[in-house]
């Protein structure tokens, strides 16, 4: 069967998408570097399609021609660049042509804007090499797209918890958390909720928008891990200043410490129609317990805050 749908970067957030089109009779093709790779997709009736981003002869012949793409796969480690997406952009011409493309971004390109409130109109100042790479990967997919007359719509994505998402080896290793006084506000999405924003905005949104993706419930990192834990029936973890955050937590922790804002998710929620299963972390995490028996129960991090 011709797919209708090709997801590049089909983990767990592709394949979650996956279960929602195919729901709806939708055939999906997913990205596959590795016949192992190939093979798990296959277990999720997915249609594996060799190819690597990584190495741009190997994207001839993606069945692209017409149909509906998701961008999910992440940059590559170092420099300000997305080679991935620019690697996908030339590769994809005149004949091979989407219908429309769906990126996640990360909420990281705006920055530090000190905990204040952030709509999708607020200007984008993105601070880490991260963030820079996905910005740069927003700005080559959106000219690609003005190029060739293909609708693309970015999704700029907080941070995501969910099954096999919550910070379990970091609990049971006793890392610490920043003192709750001085904990910021962070941002979060259940996987659920975005699988769901995905398909909705493939039906709903039109070229060029943008749509930041929270459940619009700013906490705080302290607040997570704590919560985590109670449910977990796991100790708390400790608790340390900034000043000695700075010392022990790692430059990817301390960026999520550092850059605070408050997302404003009220475009997505009446563009798109979304209603959210998971509108705030405890019902979020509630779910999140009662499906401990998934595989892969680990601290994945995530791609925003």
């Known amino acids: 069967m011709t797919p209708d749908i090709l997801i590049i970067g089909c983990g767990d957030i592709g394949v979650r998408v996956a279960r929602l089109e195919q729901a709806r009779g939708k055939a999906v093709a997913g990205l596959a570097r590795s016949e192992a790779g190939a093979e798990r997709l296959r277990g999720f009736a997915i249609e594996p399609v060799a190819g690597d981003l990584d190495e741009p002869d190997a994207l001839a012949g993606l069945p692209t021609a017409g149909r ?3 961008f999910f796969a992440p940059p590559p480690g170092g420099g300000p660049f997305d080679t991935r997406m620019r690697n996908f952009c030339a590769a994809i ?4 042509l989407p219908g429309k493309v769906i ?7 705006y920055g530090d804007c000190g905990g204040a409130w952030v709509t999708e109109e607020t200007p984008v100042n993105a601070q880490t090499s991260r963030a820079r790479r996905r910005l740069d990967a927003e700005t080559v997919l959106r000219e690609w797209g003005e ?3 293909v609708p ?7 941070g995501i918890y969910g099954p096999g998402r919550l910070p379990l080896a970091r609990l049971q290793q006793g890392h610490p958390v920043l003192r709750e006084d001085e904990s910021p506000p962070t941002n979060r ?3 659920d909720d975005l699988a769901a924003v995905c398909v909705a905005a493939a039906e709903q949104a039109g070229n060029g928008e943008i749509f930041n993706v929270s459940d619009g419930q700013p906490g705080t990192m302290t607040q997570y891990f704590n919560a985590a834990a109670d449910l977990l029936g796991l100790p708390r973890p400790p608790q340390v200043s900034m000043a000695e955050a700075r010392q022990v937590m790692t430059p990817m922790m301390l960026s ?3 850059e605070t804002r408050r997302m404003d998710n009220r475009r997505m929620v009446e563009r798109l129609g979304v209603t959210l299963l998971y509108p705030d972390l405890e019902s979020g995490l509630k779910s999140v317990i009662a499906e401990l028996d998934q595989p892969n129960m680990g601290y994945l991090g995530s791609i925003g805050h």
């Open 68 to 70: 509906l793409v998701f």
């Open 93 to 96: 011409g005149a004949g091979r």
């Open 103 to 109: 990126y996640i971004s990360t909420s990281g390109v």
């Open 147 to 149: 190029r060739y007359g």
């Open 152 to 158: 693309v719509v970015i999704l700029r994505v907080t």
């Open 189 to 191: 999405i259940h996987a």
């Open 256 to 258: 999520y410490l550092t």
